[in-house]
């Protein structure tokens, strides 16, 4: 026998007997692919499961491909299954040149050469592929294609003999995969149909923060019923951040259900981090940049006060207090971003009781015509290299804003860089950005005062106020700044 039959009638021993033995069905589904992975000394393996629909593929349980690999996508069934569907082995020798693979580029990326694949199949009719990846170019014997359809059999009765819960779940391996840095703008990458206008201008949105976006990037299994499984596909998925978006401001109608979606997927899969974006959110969070229909209200004002003067005052006689601790002996650079924050340092510095210097900088904001990525305005004027930096915010709202002045101000190598902000709306948060000093936790509402402004008007409030939600009968609910 040669040593790779061997191998093979090993892997198939430690199968029959991870089939037969007390572990769930997803952890069976596992073990499955990697055996088989092991056995044809492959980079990869990955079992992929047709939706309800029958068009779409979503990996179900898969080993050594990188999250960024699985998270890349659907497979749209027309366009890579050639030959699935007609139950058919099909090899691909080179992803590069082969015009099925959707995601070229990715592929490469995962350095994949070749690919061979499966149908799976449960009582002759095929429920979805098994497929093995190949770091090298590699034509497939006739014995390996045999050994991969055998494992596809006993994936296909592990499948129609369980209930089949959390199978969809991504192994352990996959999970310590590093989280990827930003490419280049990913609209420009994937030029996605968007559902709905305000699926778009959040892309856009995003796009402007350099935060890279893939839409609709998968379906999750949230239960199986026979052979095909509930799906629920989120609208965006953030990979830096590595959150799902889904938001509900299509039909208000729809938000029971996708309210029950969410719930149900955060139990199925604990480890998925995904977030809710309203219609009311949404639009609070357009209006901040002038867009969107609460943006044109013309009722609006101060509404209640949030923080007095004189709680602001004590709150940031506190936070310079714990700062000239902390920075005792050492002598830090206070960088403000405009315009909001400038009330703020300039009480903060006085307060201060160990020496340091101050400057701003400026950045373009969403909305603003000044082009379509965030960017540096304005650049703190004094050298940051080598210096203790303490970044000072008026408030963080998504994040997405402390984010790029972060790593920008990081490539300038500064000693330390730990951030304060008076503010911190934090239900509202997209980035998850670390912040040092924090003055107040502040609820989801738009605020003005103490430098804060909306269409810059109120800065020259001393406290923090509420905008107005006030409804007078004339004006529809709708109309309201903050509906
Ligand atoms: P982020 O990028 O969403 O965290 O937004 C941060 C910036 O948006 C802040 O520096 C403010 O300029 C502005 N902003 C966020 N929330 C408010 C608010 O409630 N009132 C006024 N400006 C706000
Ligand atoms: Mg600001």
Same mark, same amino acid.
């Given at each position: &026998? ?57 990996? +179900? ?20 299954? +050639? ?29 994949? +050469? ?106 999750? /299994? ?86 007095? /003067? ?26 403000? !971003? ?6 703020? &340092? ?9 020496? /340091? ?22 650049? !703190? ?39 304060? +902000? ?44 509420? &905008? ?9 609910? /709708? ?5």
């Amino acid at each position: &026998m040669s040593k790779q039959t061997l191998g093979f009638n090993r892997a198939l021993g430690d199968m029959a007997d991870a089939l037969n033995s007390d572990i769930t069905d997803s952890e069976k589904l596992h073990l499955l692919v990697r055996a088989a992975a092991r056995a044809l000394g492959v980079r990869g393996c990955s079992l992929m499961l047709l939706d309800a629909q029958r068009r779409r593929l979503f990996h +179900t349980a898969s080993h050594g491909l990188s999250e960024r690999y699985l998270r890349k996508g659907f497979l749209e069934v027309e366009k890579s299954l +050639t030959g699935i569907l007609d139950e058919r082995p099909v090899t691909i020798l080179d992803v590069a040149t082969d015009p099925r693979i959707q995601f070229q580029e990715l592929a490469q990326q995962e350095r994949i +050469t070749s690919i061979l694949s499966v149908p799976v199949k449960i009582k002759g009719e095929v429920v979805g592929i098994l497929r093995v990846y190949s770091r090298t170019r590699r034509e497939f014997t006739a014995a390996e294609v045999q050994f991969l359809i055998t494992v596809a059999n006993l994936a296909a009765i592990v499948l129609e003999s369980g209930r089949f819960e959390e199978a969809e779940r991504q192994p352990p391996e996959a999970k310590g995969e590093p989280s990827f840095h930003p490419t280049p703008l990913t609209s420009q990458l994937n030029p996605a149909t968007f559902a709905h206008p305000s699926e778009e201008e959040f892309a856009r949105l995003l796009d402007f923060y350099q935060i890279e976006w893939i839409y609709e990037p998968r379906s999750f /299994a949230l239960q199986w019923e026979g052979k095909a499984a509930e799906m629920f596909t989120p609208d965006f998925y953030l990979p830096a951040l590595d959150l799902y978006v889904e938001m509900t401001t299509l039909k208000p109608g729809l938000t029971t259900e996708k309210n029950r979606k969410v719930r149900r997927l955060r139990e199925t899969h604990p480890e998925v981090n995904i977030k809710l974006l309203a219609r009311r959110d949404y639009d609070r969070l357009l209006a901040k940049y002038g867009h969107g229909p609460l943006a044109g209200a013309k009722t609006h004002g101060v509404g209640r006060v949030l923080l007095s /003067a004189p709680q602001v005052q004590k709150r940031v006689r506190q936070l310079a207090k714990e700062i000239s601790h902390d920075y005792e002996g050492r002598h830090p650079v206070l960088v403000g !971003v405009l315009r909001g924050v400038f009330c703020f &340092m300039a009480d903060l510095m006085r307060y201060l009781t160990v020496p /340091a210097d101050v400057d701003f900088m400026a950045i373009s904001y969403y909305g603003g015509g000044s082009g379509k990525a965030v960017r540096v305005t304005t650049d !703190v004027g004094i050298s940051l290299e080598g210096r203790h930096i303490l970044l000072v915010e008026d408030i963080v709202d998504t994040g997405m804003t402390l984010s790029f002045v972060l790593s920008h101000l990081k490539a300038r190598n500064p000693a330390s860089l730990q951030v304060c +902000t008076l503010l911190d709306k934090r239900v509202r948060r997209l980035a998850d950005v670390h912040l040092d000093y924090v003055g107040f936790e502040v609820p989801d509402e738009f605020l003005v005062g103490y430098g804060l402004d909306y269409q810059e008007e109120y800065r020259n409030l001393p406290f923090v106020a509420l &905008m107005e939600r006030k409804s007078s009968n004339k004006e529809p609910q /709708a109309k309201n700044y903050l509906g």
